[in-house]
C-alpha cells in the first residue's frame, strides 16, 4: 500500500506515457493512441464500445482489442457495430495479455500501423488489453496514454490496494456505480483512496447502463487529442 508515500517519487515516470514517432515519415501527425486496461469484467469492451458511439461523428477512430485465443471482444464490437468493420482489428495473443501490452507489443504495432495506412487518416486509435490484473500498464512505445477500469463488484479496496494500473493510469475509471448499493462498495471510500493512491491523477465514476454515462471518459479523451493535435502532448 502507497498511503502518504511521495507518489512522484515513487513513480517518477508516471506523466510521461508517450509513444516513440508521433509523426509519420510525411511530417504528418499520427493518431493519438489511448490503451484500456483492467481486470476481467470491469467493462473494458463496454467502455470501448460507448467511447466509440459517442465520438465516431467528430473524429476518425479505429480500435485494437487484445485476447488469449479468441477474437471475442472484437466480435462484440463488431456486432454492436459500433465501427465499419475495416476499423476494428484484433490481436490473439496466445499467452499472457500483459506481455502484448508492455513488453513484445509488435503484434499490437503492427495492427496500430496497418490500420493507419489502410483507413487513415485517424484522429484516434483505442488499443484495448485483454482481461488483466492490476499490474497491467502499456508500453510507451505503444501508447500516448493510458486508461485504467476497475468496477465496483470487484471490491471497494481495489484502490487502496494500488498497482501500476491503479497507481499509474493517466486516467481511472471506476465503473459500475449503479452496482455499488447491490455489492457493498462505498464510492465515497473508493474515492478517497483513489486520491490518496494517484495524487492529481484524475478518477471518474461511470455506469455505462446510463444515459451518458461515458461522458466524463470521453471528454477526458477530446482534451487528451486536442492536445496531441496541438503537439502539447
Request: a negative charge; glycine letters at 10%.
Amino acid at each position: 500500500m502507497h498511503l502518504g508515500h511521495d507518489l512522484d517519487e515513487k513513480f517518477p515516470h508516471r506523466h510521461t506515457c508517450t509513444a516513440a514517432a508521433s509523426e509519420h515519415p510525411d511530417g504528418t501527425r499520427r493518431a493519438l493512441r489511448i490503451g484500456l486496461g483492467g481486470p476481467v469484467g470491469s467493462g473494458k469492451t463496454a467502455t470501448v464500445a460507448a467511447l466509440c458511439r459517442t465520438l465516431r461523428a467528430e473524429m476518425s477512430i479505429a480500435v485494437v482489442t487484445n485476447d488469449i485465443y479468441t477474437r471475442e471482444d472484437a466480435d462484440f464490437l463488431l456486432r454492436e457495430a459500433v465501427l465499419p468493420p475495416e476499423r476494428i482489428q484484433a490481436v490473439e495473443t496466445g499467452a499472457c495479455p500483459h506481455t502484448a501490452i508492455r513488453d513484445d507489443i509488435s503484434a499490437n504495432l503492427e495492427a496500430v500501423e496497418d490500420l493507419e495506412k489502410e483507413v487513415g487518416p485517424l484522429d484516434l486509435i483505442l488499443v484495448e488489453s485483454g482481461g488483466d490484473n492490476l499490474t497491467a500498464t502499456f508500453s510507451k512505445g505503444l501508447v500516448d496514454g493510458q486508461i485504467f477500469v476497475i468496477d465496483v463488484a470487484g471490491g471497494d479496496d481495489i484502490p487502496r490496494k494500488g498497482g501500476p494500473g491503479v497507481t499509474t493510469a493517466d486516467l481511472l475509471v471506476v465503473n459500475k456505480t449503479d452496482l455499488a448499493p447491490h455489492v457493498g462498495s462505498d464510492l465515497e471510500s473508493m474515492a478517497r483512496d483513489a486520491k490518496a493512491q494517484r495524487g492529481d491523477l484524475p478518477v471518474t465514476f461511470t455506469s455505462l447502463k446510463e444515459e451518458g454515462g461515458v461522458k466524463p471518459v470521453a471528454d477526458w479523451v477530446r482534451e487528451r487529442l486536442v492536445h496531441w493535435a496541438a503537439g502539447l502532448a
